[in-house]
């Protein structure tokens, strides 16, 4: 009988977090959907490239069929209008789109984290001038400077990605400068002042409570990062021919849409496919790292 | 005397009970589930009670006992996923239960209406007042326009509310707690309802205002012939303004009767560990509070037989089997105590029952004086302001003066108490103390050491030695930390390096507060209410501090779990030799803990005095006028009511002179409140030995 009468003392060890964690994180079908889709995509973005090469002999730079080769034996789905091989370019366009998407996430969210904690933390003038900046960012132009940059600096995958990230963490620092100023109010906040914490181990107190922001901005900008990178390589300036990015695959298309359909299909679903796998993985670790709900 | 009306006899206030003619509600083996992921909550159980024409019946218990659930489902308002599951809501002939939807919403505003806790949350804040009353107005009584605005102005008068006329066209934010408060009710009692359901009316409100509002909801169940269904945690307000009483547990009725008899004899065992779990006020801690153990079970688990048996002093083998309702006239109980009829607890000399403390001897002193040991803490006139409204370059347009010139001097091993009503800067105090807020000007020396201008490197050794406790055992966990870390954490600052020493001292702290080491591992949401605040006190403990300012450390919890938490701060301070600033609005919580007790009033201390002395020679008419508010359990220990008018006036704006004179009985009655109290700021000067009044007449 399960009776609460006597809510027993729960001896036995406690599992530990990571434990926890992964119990919660499996607790979410779709989230473990997306973990595994993400894993075949980047498993096929770094193996597929030499596999596709020895088994099938495609290369994604050898014209090596005639332009708009419908999908055949040989080139299972096809050719692009230089008479490049479909598959073996989304396979190896796939390693640039997924650096540049977990990349400029990875960047973007740190460079507003950093940005908005500390103009949440301290408030007053600091937040003040912190956030005057980061409205000023938002208010440039952004295709401008993306492009001006790139053109200074030089088209390159590290280029790139430190452009993109450096316009893309305006949105994170809002959203953590607004967690932080709501949390810095908390009563547990004043406790850990007035057990006389120093202000690094508060900032880390008033963070454990800023992860779900975290992990929504940096799922969206694992999107905004491919999207992005796909439009400065449109325009030449991201990554070069003749490599291939899905972004680039899907942009270099867009004057046979009508005709060729196909040929920005795949590299289109590539993005979505990523992009939503994405998206369930951050909703599965802002659970996993939420103690508060309790898994089997 | 016009100032000091004594309020309506007892005899006069508390009605006679149901009239012959029958009931005007009955509530017939009512049971509400609701359906959980983890399964089916008996939130009610098989609940029966009636109330008769023109009476207030008090529905009491602890939360989780289901009495707002009742409630709700009187009014058929309970939410998916709760469902109504069996029993009857008779009202005038039928049965609310089974009425169509059309019929009930009918019903509902103009046949039976309802005020809730939150008078902010519980009007729209995008439409004015007026606006809102006479909508309710036009639905029911098919009225419009200009007649529909004329009843609402109509209703506020007659809720006391100034300038109805004016006050009708302005907007809830504009309003004071205890005025929102009041419109709520015009708005309820606008059509004229047979039946008010009021779920916990008064307890987001200070004690005085409370005080107001429970006379205007007698007053007019009065006029109106109206009947009250009061639902409430307060013991005190229940027997204030209750002619009959249901208290709930675990979902069900355990005893229903007459107040009076209820109260001086409560026949079930938790009726009365509530009743004796509470202090009364003039009671002292040398006597322990009564206890009721453990908490309320969950509803999705009641407890087979007797749902209290687990948690009761008196429980035998006969409390396996569910007991029926005794009648045990003029109550009923749920006791197998009370098969062979009435028993007779002791709950008016429980005082004497209770086993008396080892005194503390407090090396208590009068001010002004020189203590006989250096004292832990003085504060000289401390200020803490806070800038409102700031112009874009800086200068703010107004400040609040949250505290507003404190002396303090403390002994070591005394509580001194700190009570207000909220907004008289009381919070705001304990934490300057602590330079958790920044004061203003003032000095705060700590065994002997000027904190107000130490840089927070020097601080921080310090602050080992003075903590805090807080009110809201939710909010100061943070939840993405473990126990062991959130008590643990600290130690690494204050120069424990040692892993296996700082577990070590987390566990005594954790032993001291009575949580095993099982809760280490822990997170903040996997325990109860008590058990957290239990953590926050471990918290505070860990660190070996001398002095504990308490912030309302029992203002959230429940009743029974708060003479657990009380119980357990006077036996930490026996047994660590702490000194305590103990801060809340509850007159008789503070003065059963306090040695000392300091009554504040926007921002300044206007009564300082020995707790008992306080409590029976109160010389500020503020103090005297908070003491008669309590609504108090002991019907012989009534006081004679002193009405104050009014809300506390805004902290940014105050009154010239004495801050109290806009609402001070006294001054009304010698007719100085425009003279030399407006003129002349009272100083707190000794009116005997050992205590203090601010006041030119006292």
Request: with cysteine; aromatic share 6%; charged share 20%.
């Amino acid at each position: 009988m399960a009776s609460a009468a006597a809510v027993p003392a729960n001896v036995q060890r406690a599992p530990s977090e990571l434990t926890r964690s992964w119990r919660r994180f499996k607790s979410n079908k779709l989230s473990v959907a997306g973990a595994v889709v993400l894993l075949l995509i980047a498993l096929g973005a770094i193996v597929g490239p030499p596999l596709a090469r020895h088994f099938l002999g495609l290369t994604p730079y050898d014209l090596s069929c005639t332009s708009f080769a419908p999908m055949s034996r040989d080139h299972p789905l096809g050719c692009d209008p230089l008479g490049r091989d479909l598959l073996a370019r989304l396979l190896a366009g796939g390693r640039v789109s997924l650096i540049v998407g977990l990349s400029v996430a990875i960047g973007s969210t740190g460079i507003g984290l950093i940005i908005g904690a500390i103009a949440g933390y301290f408030g007053g003038p600091v937040d003040s001038m912190l956030m005057r900046f980061t409205d000023t960012m938002l208010a440039l132009p952004t295709f401008f400077i993306l492009l001006s940059a790139a053109a200074v600096l030089g088209p390159s995958l590290v280029n790139t990605v430190i452009i993109i990230s450096v316009l893309e963490w305006t949105t994170t620092a809002r959203l953590v400068r607004g967690e932080f100023l709501v949390i810095r109010e908390k009563e547990f906040v004043t406790a850990a002042r007035a057990v006389g914490l120093t202000n690094l181990r508060i900032v880390r107190h008033i963070l454990l409570n800023v992860v779900p922001v975290l992990v929504v901005a940096g799922t969206l900008a694992v999107a905004s990062g491919i999207l992005v990178e796909s439009a400065l390589s449109f325009l030449g300036l991201g990554t070069q021919p003749p490599q291939a990015s899905w972004g680039y695959m899907l942009s270099s298309v867009q004057n046979f849409v009508f005709t060729e359909p196909l040929l920005g299909v795949f590299p289109g679903l590539m993005i979505m496919i990523t992009v939503l796998a994405v998206n369930f993985v951050g909703e599965g670790l802002r659970d996993a790292l939420d103690p508060r709900l309790v898994k089997r | 005397m016009t100032g000091r009306e004594a309020t309506v006899p007892d005899a006069a206030r508390v009605d006679t009970g149901p009239d012959a003619s029958g009931d005007l509600l009955r509530v017939e083996d009512l049971a509400v589930f609701f359906d959980t992921d983890e399964g089916t909550a008996r939130a009610v159980d098989g609940v029966s009670f009636s109330m008769g024409h023109g009476e207030t019946l008090g529905l009491v218990g602890e939360s989780g006992c289901g009495k707002s659930v009742t409630a709700l489902s009187i009014m058929r308002l309970v939410a998916h996923p709760g469902r109504i599951v069996q029993g009857r809501v008779l009202y005038g002939g039928r049965d609310l239960a089974s009425i169509s939807r059309r019929e009930m919403r009918r019903i509902r505003g103009s046949e039976i209406a309802m005020i809730f806790q939150e008078p902010m949350s519980s009007l729209n804040p995008v439409f004015t007042i007026g606006k809102q009353i006479a909508e309710a107005v036009e639905l029911h009584l098919g009225v419009s326009g200009r007649e529909a605005r004329k009843r609402a102005v109509d209703m506020l008068e007659r809720v006391g509310i100034p300038a109805a006329n004016r006050r009708v066209d302005e907007y809830p934010h504009q309003l004071s707690g205890g005025m929102r408060q009041r419109v709520m009710i015009a708005m309820a009692l606008s059509c004229r309802p047979k039946l008010l359901i009021a779920d916990e009316p008064t307890t987001a409100l200070d004690v005085t205002v409370q005080a107001q509002i429970l006379d205007l909801l007698n007053e007019l169940r009065a006029e109106y012939g109206m009947s009250i269904l009061l639902i409430t945690h307060d013991l005190g307000v229940v027997a204030d303004v209750c002619s009959r009483a249901v208290v709930m547990y675990a979902g069900q009725v355990v005893e229903q009767g007459v107040t009076a008899a209820l109260f001086s004899s409560p026949q079930h065992p938790y009726a009365e560990g509530l009743l004796k779990s509470i202090p009364q006020l003039g009671m002292r801690n040398e006597q322990t509070l009564g206890l009721i153990e453990g908490r309320v079970p969950s509803p999705l688990h009641w407890p087979e037989g007797c749902r209290f048996a687990a948690r009761c002093d008196y429980r035998f083998e006969t409390c396996a089997e569910e007991p029926p309702l005794f009648d045990v006239a003029p109550q009923q109980s749920k006791c197998w105590l009370c098969e062979r009829g009435r028993r007779t607890p002791a709950v008016n000399e429980f005082v004497g029952e209770q086993p008396a403390r080892a005194r503390v001897e407090v090396r208590s002193h009068a001010p002004g004086q020189p203590l006989a040991v250096p004292a832990i803490l003085r504060v000289e006139a401390l200020r803490t302001h806070f800038p409102v409204g700031r112009h874009l370059f800086g200068r703010p347009d107004q400040t609040i003066k949250a505290v507003d010139g404190v002396d303090l001097e403390l002994a070591p091993g005394e509580t001194l108490g700190i009570v207000g009503e909220s907004g008289c800067g009381k919070s705001t105090l304990g934490r300057s103390l602590l330079r958790l807020v920044e004061p203003t000007s003032g000095r705060v020396e700590f065994e002997g050491v000027d904190i107000t201008e130490l840089p927070s490197r020097a601080l921080r050794p310090l602050r080992a030695r003075m903590q805090i406790i807080f009110q809201d055992p939710v909010g100061s966990l943070n939840p993405r930390l473990r126990v062991s870390q959130i008590v643990g954490e600290s130690l690494r600052v204050h120069g424990v390096h040692s892993r296996a020493r700082r577990q070590a001292l987390v566990l005594d702290a954790l032993d001291r507060v009575g949580m095993g080491p099982e809760t280490v591992r822990r997170y903040p949401h996997e325990f109860s209410g008590g058990q957290r605040q239990r953590i926050g006190i471990a918290r505070a403990l860990v660190l070996s501090p001398r002095l504990v300012v308490a912030d309302e450390p029992v203002s959230a919890l429940d009743v029974s779990i708060q003479s657990q938490v009380l119980n357990l701060m006077v036996e930490l301070k026996r047994d660590l030799e702490l000194t305590y600033i103990f801060i809340a609005h509850n007159l008789a919580v503070v003065s059963y803990m306090s040695d000392r007790v300091a009554v504040m009033y926007l921002g300044k201390i206007v009564e300082l005095a020995p707790a008992r002395e306080l409590y029976e020679r109160p010389l500020h008419p503020y103090t005297q006028s908070l003491l008669s508010a309590i609504p108090v359990v002991d019907l012989s220990e009534r006081r004679e009511r002193i009405k104050l008018v009014g809300d506390p006036p805004s902290p940014i704006d105050p009154p010239s002179g004495c801050h109290f004179r806009t609402r001070c009985p006294l001054a009304r009655e010698l007719g100085t409140a425009d003279g030399i109290c407006a003129d002349e700021e009272p100083p707190l000067v000794a009116k005997s030995e050992g205590h203090v009044a601010a006041c030119h007449f006292a």
